[in-house]
Nanobody, 123 residues
Framework: QVQLVESGGGLVQAGGSLRLTCAAS????????MGWFHQTPGKEREFVAA????????YYADSMKGRFTISRENAKNTVYLQMNSLKPEDTAVYYC????????????????WGKGTLVTVSS
């Protein structure tokens, strides 16, 4: 079965950086688009970034542009989210997601979700 395991979350001061990693198994990784979402208590899960199967297309939420970078290594079945210039409002649980296409990610039509990793940004 498909498994997505996120790692790399933690506590960081405002202005700092973190790199999240999502390791995927049980699927032909390069055939799928990947995405990152985040969620805070009482709010809906929100789109952060997406990348196409071959890595050629990427999309970001407006508030993340210029600060976050999504990338993937298909040979390692892994997708990354490099987060720089972190702000307290970035505090959330970050989820990795698999979708058939990058448009599916943007439409939140997700095939599989990871369990999430907590990012806390202190002021």
């Amino acid at each position: 079965q498909v498994q997505l395991v996120e790692s790399g979350g933690g506590l960081v001061q405002a202005g700092g950086s973190l790199r999240l990693t999502c390791a995927a198994s049980g699927l032909t990784f390069s055939l799928y688009a990947m995405g990152w979402f985040h969620q805070t208590p009482g709010k809906e899960r929100e789109f952060v970034a997406a990348i196409s199967g071959n890595g050629g297309r990427t999309y970001y939420a407006d508030s993340m542009k210029g600060r976050f970078t999504i990338s993937r290594e298909n040979a390692k079945n892994t997708v990354y989210l490099q987060m720089n210039s972190l702000k307290p409002e970035d505090t959330a649980v970050y989820y990795c997601a698999v979708a058939k296409t990058i448009d599916s990610v943007l439409s939140k039509i997700i095939s599989y979700w990871g369990k999430g990793t907590l990012v806390t940004v202190s002021s």
